[in-house]
């Protein structure tokens, strides 16, 4: 039971009135969609996911979910970040179930079948008792994957979570995160943020690309479900979408670069004028 | 040939020195007087000997071991190198006799000790680390705090023993309110500052998942700041230590400042002397305690944090 609602959200930070670092924002998730918000670095792309979480607060505009205002952090939402943000004092399970105790009240017993399960799951059974520390980056992100899955929450936020692992470890957890949410019967709405075209075409129904704090393109991704990634990386019609997405890239860089050549245009403009004046005087 | 030779040597140096200081001593000791200091002061180096065995493995126990030796053979040899017995430095079998004579008046000090130096601990641990936490949660609060403390902290709490001294109903409880108000400001300044600079990784996993003040508070904020306060404790130690004689100094009537100044108010070194051993002792073991807590409550930091 859960639909996200933007509406003409606009973000700045109290101290800085001029900078927008949302403008507008406006989508719709269906409940039980998996959505991407893809673009270039400082597109706004993080922040809206903030705003879902409830960490920040929309400047202007609505951010709803299932028709309510988003006040703060909800039970309703669970969050992963990049950095796998473990409690480093809690071992593995400790961490588990130190997340699902702040959603369900239960004995001791049944929490910790759960985060035995959980971590079952993405394929750390046996590994509870080891620290953060002991673990690999991979593996300390599928425990905060199996923490986020244990919570049961109907919205998942996911935050470039693979974006710190390395390659062949996260083809790994793109394949458990889609088997897990097509395994599960409750459909889960996920906003996923990256900047990996390939993990966004694999994992989304839908793909929000964002350039100048804006949504610039709403795209659907042309696969059915369930999906392999053996299948849909052989078809003509991936390369084609995937080109079509390389080039929002491509273009974004271009006319980020123009935008950049602009401001320094006019900055110097400014100074020579303003060192005439100088001279003049 | 040389290197064997060398190693050779240094493993069996700690044994020669031990065989020479048990020679000195005996040479030295006017029986039957002597018979319990010499009789406790072998009993102690069988101590150190046995504690050298246990660790035979560790190359380093060998040098330990022959420095403490050393220095007890030099001090065993001062009469012979000075002529007549000092006054100032009397032989080591005269200072192991008083570990017999006045056990029970050194137990009871250190016992006395360590329970005032428990209490303040405990005292300044509450007080410091829960105003610590509700600072670290309301900033307010904090910027009123934090000026204060700093001010206060840096001024040795014994300044204000005379006049903590009239005021409190007595020495006691004086005493525990110098070392607690001396232990307070380092922690909470601690706390403060360590939750000043709180990981935003971790505050955002634990601000999404909604947690409680109290929740926050227990399992997130007091583990987070264990590592430093460990740090800080480890050196305040040392600092309490000196809060404890220096508070006991000023008119108690038991615990080990006490002991050291009665005796040396009737200058007797023989005594002044052993309660410095005992102090040191003491300390040592303190710290050795505080570090296996350390590494037990700690599991959890990887080993380059």
């Known amino acids: ?24 924002v406006s989508f719709k998730i269906k409940e039980g969609e998996f959505v991407s918000i893809i673009g270039g670095s400082g597109c706004g792309k993080s922040t809206t996911l903030s705003l879902l979480s409830g960490l920040n607060h929309a400047s202007g505009g609505d951010v709803t979910i299932d028709g309510k205002p988003v006040t703060g952090p909800g039970k309703d939402r669970g969050v992963v970040f990049q ?12 961490n588990v179930e130190f997340g699902i ?43 905060a994957i199996a923490r986020l899955l244990a919570m049961e929450p109907d ?47 694999l994992l989304s129904d839908r793909i929000l690309f964002m350039r100048d704090h804006e949504i610039y393109r709403d795209l659907k991704v042309p696969f059915e479900r369930p999906r392999s990634r053996e299948e849909i990386t052989v078809s003509n019609e991936y390369h084609e979408f995937r080109r079509e997405l390389f080039d929002l890239f491509y273009d974004n860089d271009i006319h980020q670069q123009e935008k950049a050549d602009e401001k320094q245009t006019a900055k110097v403009g400014r100074f020579s004028i303003g060192s005439a004046v100088g001279a003049v005087g | 040939m040389m290197k064997k030779f060398l190693k050779k040597s240094y493993i069996i140096l700690p044994h020669i020195l031990l065989a020479a200081v048990l020679a000195s001593t005996a040479l030295q000791a006017e029986f039957p007087k002597d018979t319990t200091g010499f009789t406790v002061l072998s009993v102690l180096l069988a101590a150190v000997e ?39 430095f009397p032989p080591p079998q005269r200072i192991s006799a008083i570990f017999v004579l006045d056990i029970l008046v050194i137990l009871k000090s250190i016992v006395s000790s360590l329970w005032l130096l428990l209490l303040s601990f405990v005292i300044a641990l509450i007080l410091g680390i829960g105003l610590g936490m509700i600072c670290g949660k309301v900033k307010r609060l904090q910027n009123v705090v934090m000026p204060i403390a700093r001010v206060l902290s ?31 400001y380092p922690i909470l300044i601690n706390v403060i500052v360590t939750l000043q600079h709180f990981d935003p990784k ?49 008119g108690m009537d038991s615990g080990l400042g006490w002991y050291v100044k009665y005796n040396s108010d009737f200058s007797d070194y023989v005594r002044v002397i052993a309660g410095f051993i005992v102090i040191g002792m003491i300390i040592a073991v303190v710290n050795t305690g505080l570090q296996k807590l350390r590494a037990k409550i700690l599991l959890w930091q990887s080993a380059e944090q």
Not at chain 2, 54 to 66: L, N
Not at chain 2, 77 to 83: M, Q, R, S
């Open chain 2, 154 to 184: 840096p001024v040795p709490a014994l300044i204000y023993a005379p006049y903590v001294v009239a005021v409190m109903p007595n020495f006691t409880l004086a005493a525990l309110f110098i070392i607690t108000s001396g232990l307070f």
């Open chain 2, 50 to 88: 046995a504690a050298l065995i246990i660790r035979r493995k560790k190359w380093s126990a060998y040098g330990i071991t022959a420095i403490v030796y050393g220095l007890i053979l030099i001090w065993s040899l001062y009469p012979v190198i000075n002529g007549r017995e000092s006054f100032l």
């Open chain 1, 155 to 201: 919205i998942l936020l996911m935050d470039e979570p693979f974006g710190a692992i390395d390659a062949k470890n996260r083809v790994a957890l793109q394949e458990l995160l889609l088997e897990l949410l097509e395994k599960e019967e409750k459909k889960r709405s996920v906003v996923f943020v990256t900047h990996d075209i390939d993990e966004a075409i």
């Open chain 2, 202 to 250: 971790l505050r955002d996993a634990s601000d999404v998942m909604g947690l409680g003040l109290k929740s926050t508070i227990v399992n997130i904020y007091l583990p987070y700041c264990m590592p430093s306060l460990f740090n800080t404790l480890a050196m305040q130690i040392s600092n309490a230590f000196l809060l404890l004689i220096g508070a006991e100094l000023m």
């Open chain 1, 83 to 94: 950095h796998y943000a473990l409690f480093p004092w809690m071992r593995a399970k400790r």
């Open chain 1, 1 to 24: 039971m859960a639909s996200i609602e933007f509406k003409n959200v606009d973000f700045r930070y109290n101290n800085n009135k001029d900078e927008n670092i949302l403008h507008n």
């Open chain 1, 101 to 143: 105790k702040q959603v369900l009240k239960a004995d001791k017993k049944t929490i910790s079948e759960k985060a035995e399960k959980y971590l079952e799951l993405v394929g750390l059974g046996g590994k509870g008792d080891l620290f953060p520390h002991q673990l690999s980056g991979g593996m300390q992100q599928r425990v």
